[in-house]
């Protein structure tokens, strides 16, 4: 856009004012037309949006760098007992911890942007054992895998066990006896929660969280009437129950 203008407006009025003949002096004013009518808003959001795919580009291309400096440790973990999610993943040097992760529900679990060198990794969840591998070669660029042969056992230390025995009115033990094990709730209703039959010498065996709770073994005869007996856990032990059946009566 060109704005033009002069001062004064005229000779006339200039002569009038002045009573002296004045040169005209004109003006100009230059605007580029791309700005008119809001286009200095979309050139500083162009702008804008240069900047942001610029400053990606950067980002990316520092990340990719970084990664082919780098490495990783990936793999998966199994558990005797419960869900393989959650397993707190350590990656150390010596003593000290470098990283951290966690495993997904499958089990699985990647820790990236490792310097290269050898690390140890430990793996910790509630009521399993530690498991620990050593002397473990990470390279830069690359990823190295562990596999699925991460397997924790349950940490007897950290579980409560309710073992019992079966037996008949001839204080026999009793195999191949269906047993029940139910959680009473704070309302006092019973909620199955495991299943299993006595062994050939009429015992059977459960693994518990050690959290404060109260439940129901109940035995279950193929003949006779069920015999229960209702067990409280306060803490990691073993508890014990005895349970004695009774044939029909007719």
């Known amino acids: 856009m060109l704005t033009v203008g002069s001062w004064p407006r005229g000779k006339a009025a200039a ?42 580009i950067l980002l990316a291309a520092g990340a990719w ?19 393989p999610s959650g397993v707190s993943v350590i990656v150390r040097q010596g003593e000290q911890e470098v990283a951290r992760g966690v495993t997904n529900k499958n089990g699985e679990f990647v820790i990236s942007r490792l ?13 399993l054992s530690v498991g620990s591998i050593e002397d473990i070669e990470v390279k830069a660029g690359k990823t190295r895998s562990l596999g699925d042969r991460l397997v924790l056992s349950i940490d007897e230390g950290s579980i409560a066990f309710i073992r019992g025995s079966v ?10 006896i269906r047993i029940e094990l139910a959680k009473i709730e704070d ?15 009429g015992a059977f065996v459960f693994r518990l969280s050690p959290d404060a709770a109260k439940y129901r073994i109940t035995a279950k005869p193929n003949s006779g009437e069920p015999v229960s007996k209702d067990v409280e856990i306060d803490g990691a032990a073993v508890y014990r129950v005895a349970l004695s059946i009774r044939p029909p009566t007719n």
């Open 187 to 201: 309302d006092g209703t019973a909620r199955k929660i495991d299943g299993r039959v006595t062994n050939e010498i």
């Open 65 to 83: 760098a970084q990664d082919r400096a780098t490495g990783g440790i990936k793999g998966k973990v199994r558990v005797e007992t419960g869900t």
């Open 15 to 56: 002569r009038q004012a002045t009573g002296k003949e004045l040169l005209s002096i004109t003006y100009y004013t230059l605007v580029p037309s791309s700005l008119r009518d809001g286009g200095i808003i979309k050139e500083m959001k162009h702008i804008k949006s240069v900047f942001m795919l610029v400053s990606l």
């Open 115 to 127: 310097a290269p060198g050898r690390y140890g990794v430990t793996l910790r969840k509630p009521g």
């Open 167 to 176: 037996f008949n009115q001839n204080d026999r033990s009793v195999p191949n």
